[in-house]
């Protein structure tokens, strides 16, 4: 089973503070998307990426993939309460394990006004 | 309305009674997995199928079983549960294993 590793799991900050989650795995994966969920609902896809050193922005999210597709970072520039939540890390190995998703442990984010 | 839509939302049963949790998703996707969700653990996928008449197990399949007989529906049958498999389960559907997952709301089940 491949593993993701995601930090920190509890973020609490101000609003109008950058925070960036880590995701990593000593394992290779073909794709890695990143989902938000909030209490009582299921996860929300925000970003897919599938190549190596490829970045995406939403708004004020910035998403990397790093270049050997190990690893991948979540940055938020001045965050907002709306953006309290739970985020989570997905990685797909692909090849003969094309349907498999492993998830990573989430990371908790309080914003605080 | 594109959406997965899972039955029923909560269940509390005893260890041991089999039960079904249903999943339908109405936007003609190949895909559909089954996840739970335990604190500090994230979402562990428990089985997927590809298409109808394909699964395939996932990190967590025992004591789980499913079925893929339409395109539409993906049930999980525990057939004999036991209290550590009280969760919190999700479905999800996409049109292909990369795409976008859309999730259902959730079903929390206690088995006592």
């Known amino acids: 089973t491949q593993l993701l590793e995601q930090s920190p799991q509890f973020l609490s900050i101000q609003e109008g503070e950058n925070l960036t989650v880590y995701c990593n795995s000593s394992s290779v994966f073909s794709s890695l998307q990143w989902y938000r969920q909030e209490p009582g609902e299921g996860p929300v896809l925000l970003v897919t990426v599938v190549t190596g050193g490829e970045v995406k922005k939403l708004k004020r999210l910035t998403f990397q993939f790093g270049d050997a597709r190990k690893d991948s970072s979540l940055h938020i520039t001045a965050a907002q309460p709306g953006d309290t939540g739970l985020y989570l890390c997905a990685g797909n190995p692909g090849g003969t394990s094309y349907g498999k998703l492993t998830f990573g442990q989430g990371t908790i984010l309080t914003v605080h006004p | 309305e594109a959406q997965v839509t899972q039955n029923p939302r909560y269940l509390i049963t005893v260890t041991g009674k089999k039960l079904t949790v249903t999943c339908s998703q109405n936007?003609?996707?190949?895909?559909m997995s089954w996840y739970r969700q335990d604190p500090g653990l994230g979402l562990r996928q428990i089985y997927y199928s590809m298409n109808v008449e394909v699964t395939d197990k996932g990190d967590v399949p025992e004591g789980y079983k499913v079925s893929r007989k339409e395109k539409r529906n993906f049930p999980l049958i525990l057939e004999s549960p036991s209290p550590n498999q009280t969760s919190l389960y999700f479905c999800a559907s996409s049109l292909l294993g990369l795409t976008e997952a859309f999730f259902g709301q959730g079903t929390r089940l206690t088995v006592v």
């Open positions: 936007m003609n996707h190949e895909y």
